[in-house]
């Protein structure tokens, strides 16, 4: 869950690194990369075994067979989300936003006590919260994005989270159940567990289930097979987060 993501977060660095050469790599061969074959990998890259191993290793995976499976499952469902797509008219996109269910003020109180503020979930859809990002750089607090390719180190940050921190999860494809259910069954780029066991703020952005609580706040977003439209109901979301917090002085 979230390989791709993290492996165009990692091919876009600049560092250059063997990581950012192997993410580079596994990327443009994505549409056939069932057939490629750790030899493959070798010979196309030019680098060792060890060094490959490493890399899929930092994200979770036993080996290079499990790593392959796992990165063409979510390429088929991505393809299958695209032949699913179907155009929005501008009375069917403003119904959309109209759907959305925020407990705002309950947010608001846990943004503006947290010190820090944790985003995991789809690269794409964090990437949306613009104005909570210039909040939080206005008043001093941290805001950190668990996208690393580097499985230890996002469950470092995880375990430093505090009472009064605040944990953000952000996936509209599914609801907070469905995703426990997914990352349980694929434990690699974050320990689900340790999620569970967190006793800070804890928020969550996706399709609503009033029977899900779980100790999260819900912010229910209805999915949409147009990702531009769910980008956007994810912007409304930030800016309907920013005008309350300028509007309240308390």
């Known amino acids: 869950m979230y390989i791709i993501d993290r492996l165009i977060c990692l091919k876009q660095n600049d560092n250059h690194g063997v990581d950012e050469e192997l993410a580079s790599y596994f990327i443009s061969?994505?549409?056939?990369i069932e057939t490629k074959t750790l030899t493959d990998c070798i010979k196309e890259t030019g680098i060792s075994k060890a060094s490959i191993h490493r890399f899929y290793n930092k994200a979770g995976f036993l080996n290079y067979k499990e790593f392959?499976?796992?990165?063409?499952k979510e390429?088929?469902?991505l393809l299958k989300k695209e032949k699913n797509f179907q155009p929005v008219s501008i009375e069917e996109y403003y119904q959309y936003l109209k759907e959305i269910d925020i407990?705002?003020?309950?947010l608001l109180e846990n943004i503006k006590k947290a010190k820090r503020i944790f985003l995991f979930g789809r690269y794409?859809?964090?990437?949306?919260?613009?104005?909570?990002n210039y909040y939080c750089v206005?008043?001093?607090?941290e805001k950190h994005t668990l996208s690393y390719w580097n499985k230890e180190r996002n469950n470092d940050m995880l375990k430093t989270l505090q009472k009064d921190d605040l944990l953000i999860l952000v996936d509209i494809d599914y609801t907070l159940t469905t995703l426990f259910e997914n990352m349980m069954d694929r434990s690699y780029l974050i320990d689900v567990s340790m999620l569970q066991k967190l006793q800070c703020h804890k928020c969550f952005i996706g399709q609503a289930n009033q029977q899900e609580q779980d100790n999260y706040m819900l912010i229910g977003i209805p999915y949409h097979p147009n990702m531009n439209i769910r980008k956007t109901a994810i912007s409304y979301v930030d800016n309907i987060i920013m005008q309350n917090l300028l509007e309240d002085k308390s």
Do not use: A, P
């Open 29 to 32: 061969r994505i549409q056939k």
């Open 124 to 132: 794409d859809e964090i990437l949306e919260f613009n104005h909570l």
């Open 103 to 106: 407990n705002i003020k309950t």
């Open 75 to 77: 390429y088929t469902y």
């Open 68 to 72: 392959v499976k796992e990165l063409s």
């Open 138 to 141: 206005i008043h001093g607090k």
